[in-house]
């Protein structure tokens, strides 16, 4: 198309269309003026050439020195300058000049310049009809927008201009195979105007095919006529025929054609006709396509605006919506507020759902919405939220897991209307981001009191605090008790400790499993009225606990190494003996250690350290209170049977063993008949759970013995 656009060009043809009412010398005049303004050329002139060399018509801008001999059509290019020549008629030519060293001619120029020629021609030679329909047509190019008026604008001219009963545009498909009706006028079936030919198929595929003009003078006889269009013609009545072809910038974009409905001869007239017709087709196709393509840009700008607008409002109500949540989190606000903002944006019902079992805001049957829903397939909704629903009401919500980094923390649901609004996706995924940064928040300050706990706790175990004074001010900065009567519980899971680079559990994971494990030790330990002090060290979890009887504690173990399961983790448990007063907490630490090296699980994955037996004094340097304790776990419930009832257990228990276990000789040596000194030994493993007759039991029952005697007891 010409710079100035499809409106200018066609303004320009009817210009010379229109000059030829006022003589040749006015057709040139215009000619010259349009070639150099449609295509910024330096210079144009109409020059007809005689034998006795050229004769200037018609010039506009400085003249070009021409040579004697007529220019070869088309463009050729010296060091000064390009020119373009093209035919007007006969002898006489169109010259277009353009300086060297500027923008010179394009392809497009050259069929602007050969168009130009052709319509000055036809003016030029044209009177009456002829003329006054190719003047119509050019008005209709230039007046309407309407591509159905246009095609069927040309359709009658052409049909007035050649005296033709049938006339139609044909224009190429999509793909450039076929051409198919478009516009059609004189037609007596609807099949004609329906036509679709391939290329090279019938005359119209022909004219398509070549690029050149075809007429026919009896359509029946023809052998470029397809015979399967036979018929047709003879419901039509066609006789001779006639197509040109419809160049845009030299390729072939469709076929003019025209039918008479009796036998006759298209001349070269009519040819000539026809091809600034076609033409003029062209131009109309060309401003079709054009304002075609430019309701269709309009229309992608158009969508592409109305996108950009929803996306900048939704833009602007995340960063709103952004801003509020995290202001709240920024001053301080509890995970309570956040649920309450997000109640108040979106004017519905909210719940966060922990997974830890904790939850904020109202609404219950969301709670259910949100169990139902876990672990399946639901519809998305935004980056990270679902829809859930309907209830049995018929209610929805929508969904978002609260997450940062690799930790879950919960789930966030709010209540919504159906259709979902789109502003409330926006809001929960933003309250979301809000509750982690929270959550984190609250975590890491939680994390740090931890770590400062798990330091206290081990630098008691390690014996770094004596200081009974200086242990009783840091436990109350912890808001923690010391207990005088303590044992001390060392906890194993494997898999914990952050240090290990064994396994896929990634560091943020392994945090979370032992915040997780310290949890519900903690809550498990509540259960019991215990409440300990503990800290992580590696895979084990250190607790410092009240004393209890070893069989409550052993029991209380069991109960902590059955959370491993749950966990996916296999947990084991030494426990200290009891010790008394803060410096004796390094001990309870190195029996725990003790103990839990003792461990066989799954059989015995809790070990206190009196289980350990005589193999305990050999590990740890005893007090007097360990000896102590160690003869009252072996023969506590016989001697305080003796003491009871007045009977001498023990004694029976010391002359059996000093008789190297012989029944018959302990009988003599305690004058008592063999039959009682076999019940008493039996009274003795029912009391005492002592087996007479196992070496273990006993050397036990001996070395206490001995302590009893070395600690003065009777």
Same mark, same amino acid.
């Given at each position: 198309?010409?710079?100035?656009?499809?409106?200018?060009?066609?303004?320009?043809?009817?210009?010379?269309?229109? %000059?030829?009412?006022?003589?040749?010398?006015?057709?040139?005049?215009?000619?010259? #003026?349009?070639?150099?303004?449609?295509?910024?050329?330096?210079?144009?002139?109409?020059?007809?050439?005689?034998?006795?060399?050229?004769?200037?018509?018609?010039?506009?801008?400085?003249?070009?020195?021409?040579?004697?001999?007529?220019?070869?059509?088309?463009?050729?290019?010296?060091?000064?300058?390009?020119?373009?020549?093209?035919?007007?008629?006969?002898?006489?030519?169109?010259?277009?000049?353009?300086?060297?060293?500027?923008?010179?001619?394009?392809?497009?120029?050259?069929?602007?310049?050969?168009?130009?020629?052709?319509?000055?021609?036809?003016?030029?030679?044209?009177?009456?009809?002829?003329?006054?329909?190719?003047?119509?047509?050019?008005?209709?190019?230039?007046?309407?927008?309407?591509?159905?008026?246009?095609?069927?604008?040309?359709?009658?001219?052409?049909?007035?201009?050649?005296?033709?009963?049938?006339?139609?545009?044909?224009?190429?498909?999509?793909?450039?195979? /076929?051409?198919?009706?478009?516009?059609?006028?004189?037609?007596?079936?609807?099949?004609? &105007?329906?036509?679709?030919? &391939?290329?090279?198929?019938?005359?119209?595929?022909?004219?398509?095919?070549?690029?050149?003009?075809?007429?026919?003078?009896?359509?029946?006889?023809? +052998?470029?006529?397809?015979?399967?269009?036979?018929?047709?013609?003879?419901?039509?009545?066609?006789?001779?025929?006639?197509?040109?072809?419809?160049?845009?910038?030299?390729?072939?974009?469709?076929?003019? $054609?025209?039918?008479?409905?009796?036998?006759?001869?298209?001349?070269?007239?009519?040819?000539?006709?026809?091809?600034?017709?076609?033409?003029? &087709?062209?131009?109309?196709?060309?401003?079709?396509?054009?304002?075609?393509?430019?309701?269709?840009?309009?229309?992608?700008?158009?969508?592409?605006?109305? $996108?950009?607008?929803?996306?900048?409002?939704?833009?602007?109500?995340?960063?709103?919506?952004?801003?509020?949540?995290?202001?709240?989190?920024?001053?301080?606000?509890?995970?309570?507020?956040?649920?309450?903002?997000?109640? /108040?944006?979106?004017?519905? +019902?909210?719940?966060?759902?922990?997974?830890?079992?904790?939850?904020?805001?109202?609404?219950?049957?969301?709670?259910?919405?949100?169990?139902?829903?876990?672990?399946?397939?639901?519809?998305?909704?935004?980056?990270?939220?679902?829809?859930?629903?309907?209830?049995?009401?018929?209610?929805?919500?929508?969904?978002?897991?609260?997450? !940062?980094?690799?930790?879950?923390?919960?789930?966030?649901?709010?209540?919504?209307?159906?259709?979902?609004?789109?502003?409330?996706?926006?809001?929960?995924?933003?309250?979301?981001?809000?509750?982690?940064?929270?959550? !984190?928040?609250?975590?890491?300050? %939680?994390?740090? #009191?931890?770590?400062?706990?798990?330091?206290?706790?081990?630098?008691?175990?390690?014996?770094?605090?004596?200081?009974?004074?200086?242990?009783?001010?840091?436990?109350?900065?912890?808001?923690?008790?010391?207990?005088?009567?303590?044992?001390?519980?060392?906890? !194993?899971?494997?898999?914990?400790?952050?240090?290990?680079?064994?396994?896929? !559990?990634?560091?943020?994971?392994?945090?979370?499993?032992?915040?997780?494990?310290?949890?519900?030790?903690?809550?498990?330990?509540?259960?019991?009225?215990?409440?300990?002090?503990?800290?992580?060290?590696?895979?084990?979890?250190?607790?410092?606990?009240?004393?209890?009887? +070893?069989?409550?504690?052993?029991?209380?173990?069991?109960?902590?190494?059955?959370?491993?399961?749950?966990?996916?983790?296999?947990?084991?448990?030494?426990?200290?003996?009891?010790?008394?007063?803060?410096?004796?907490? #390094?001990?309870?630490?190195?029996?725990?250690?003790?103990?839990?090296?003792?461990?066989?699980?799954?059989? /015995?994955?809790?070990?206190?350290?009196?289980?350990?037996?005589?193999?305990?004094?050999?590990?740890?340097?005893?007090?007097?209170?360990?000896?102590?304790?160690?003869?009252?776990?072996?023969?506590?419930?016989?001697?305080?049977?003796?003491?009871?009832?007045?009977?001498?257990?023990?004694?029976?228990?010391?002359?059996?063993?000093?008789?190297?276990?012989?029944?018959?000789?302990?009988?003599?040596?305690?004058?008592?008949?063999?039959?009682?000194?076999?019940?008493?030994?039996?009274?003795?493993?029912?009391?005492?759970?002592?087996?007479?007759?196992?070496?273990?039991?006993?050397?036990? /029952?001996?070395? %206490?013995?001995?302590?009893?005697?070395?600690?003065?007891? +009777?």
């Amino acid at each position: 198309m010409p710079a100035d656009g499809s409106a200018d060009w066609a303004t320009t043809c009817l210009q010379v269309l229109a %000059a030829g009412a006022e003589g040749t010398d006015r057709v040139f005049a215009v000619l010259v #003026g349009a070639a150099r303004r449609l295509t910024g050329a330096g210079g144009a002139s109409v020059v007809g050439w005689q034998p006795t060399g050229p004769v200037p018509l018609a010039a506009s801008g400085p003249p070009l020195p021409l040579p004697s001999r007529r220019l070869a059509e088309g463009t050729t290019t010296d060091p000064q300058r390009s020119v373009v020549s093209v035919t007007v008629h006969g002898e006489i030519d169109l010259i277009t000049w353009w300086r060297a060293g500027g923008a010179g001619p394009t392809t497009e120029d050259g069929e602007q310049l050969r168009l130009l020629a052709a319509l000055a021609a036809t003016a030029s030679r044209r009177a009456g009809a002829a003329l006054s329909s190719l003047y119509a047509v050019a008005r209709r190019l230039l007046a309407s927008s309407d591509p159905e008026e246009i095609l069927l604008g040309l359709a009658t001219a052409t049909a007035d201009v050649l005296r033709a009963e049938i006339a139609g545009v044909f224009l190429a498909t999509a793909d450039g195979e /076929a051409v198919e009706a478009k516009a059609v006028v004189g037609h007596r079936t609807i099949d004609t &105007a329906r036509l679709r030919l &391939a290329r090279g198929e019938s005359l119209i595929g022909h004219v398509y095919a070549t690029g050149e003009v075809y007429r026919t003078d009896d359509w029946t006889t023809d +052998p470029v006529v397809s015979r399967a269009l036979v018929p047709l013609a003879s419901m039509e009545g066609t006789q001779a025929a006639i197509g040109a072809p419809m160049r845009v910038g030299g390729t072939t974009v469709g076929v003019l $054609a025209a039918w008479r409905r009796r036998r006759s001869h298209y001349t070269d007239e009519d040819v000539e006709q026809i091809g600034t017709l076609a033409d003029l &087709a062209a131009l109309g196709v060309q401003r079709t396509l054009a304002e075609e393509r430019l309701r269709e840009l309009s229309g992608q700008l158009m969508t592409a605006n109305e $996108a950009l607008s929803e996306r900048y409002e939704e833009a602007r109500q995340t960063l709103e919506i952004h801003q509020r949540l995290v202001r709240l989190v920024a001053d301080g606000a509890d995970l309570e507020s956040v649920v309450g903002a997000l109640a /108040a944006i979106t004017d519905q +019902p909210v719940r966060f759902v922990g997974v830890e079992g904790t939850s904020a805001g109202r609404g219950g049957w969301l709670a259910d919405l949100l169990t139902a829903g876990d672990g399946a397939d639901l519809p998305r909704l935004g980056t990270e939220a679902v829809l859930l629903g309907p209830d049995r009401e018929g209610r929805h919500a929508i969904a978002v897991t609260v997450r !940062s980094a690799a930790l879950r923390w919960g789930e966030l649901a709010v209540a919504t209307r159906m259709p979902v609004a789109t502003r409330d996706v926006i809001a929960i995924e933003q309250a979301a981001v809000a509750c982690a940064l929270l959550l !984190s928040r609250q975590d890491a300050v %939680a994390g740090a #009191g931890r770590r400062l706990e798990s330091e206290f706790v081990w630098d008691l175990l390690d014996g770094r605090i004596v200081d009974g004074a200086d242990a009783l001010v840091r436990s109350r900065q912890l808001a923690r008790e010391l207990p005088a009567a303590a044992r001390v519980l060392l906890l !194993s899971a494997r898999g914990t400790d952050p240090r290990a680079r064994r396994g896929t !559990s990634s560091p943020e994971g392994i945090e979370h499993l032992r915040t997780e494990l310290a949890r519900r030790t903690s809550r498990l330990l509540a259960g019991h009225g215990v409440h300990a002090p503990m800290g992580w060290r590696g895979d084990t979890l250190a607790m410092i606990v009240p004393d209890r009887p +070893p069989e409550v504690v052993r029991r209380m173990g069991h109960e902590l190494c059955a959370l491993g399961p749950e966990l996916d983790r296999e947990l084991t448990l030494g426990v200290s003996a009891a010790v008394h007063g803060i410096a004796q907490y #390094g001990v309870a630490g190195r029996q725990a250690t003790y103990a839990k090296a003792a461990t066989r699980p799954p059989e /015995a994955p809790v070990v206190v350290f009196e289980d350990l037996g005589a193999v305990q004094f050999l590990l740890e340097p005893a007090l007097g209170e360990d000896l102590d304790r160690y003869a009252e776990q072996q023969l506590g419930v016989l001697l305080a049977y003796d003491r009871d009832h007045g009977a001498d257990l023990v004694g029976t228990l010391r002359a059996y063993l000093d008789c190297d276990g012989s029944v018959q000789r302990a009988a003599r040596s305690l004058c008592i008949h063999p039959k009682t000194m076999s019940y008493r030994l039996g009274r003795i493993e029912t009391l005492a759970g002592i087996v007479t007759t196992r070496q273990e039991d006993r050397f036990n /029952a001996q070395l %206490a013995l001995k302590i009893l005697d070395m600690r003065g007891r +009777p």
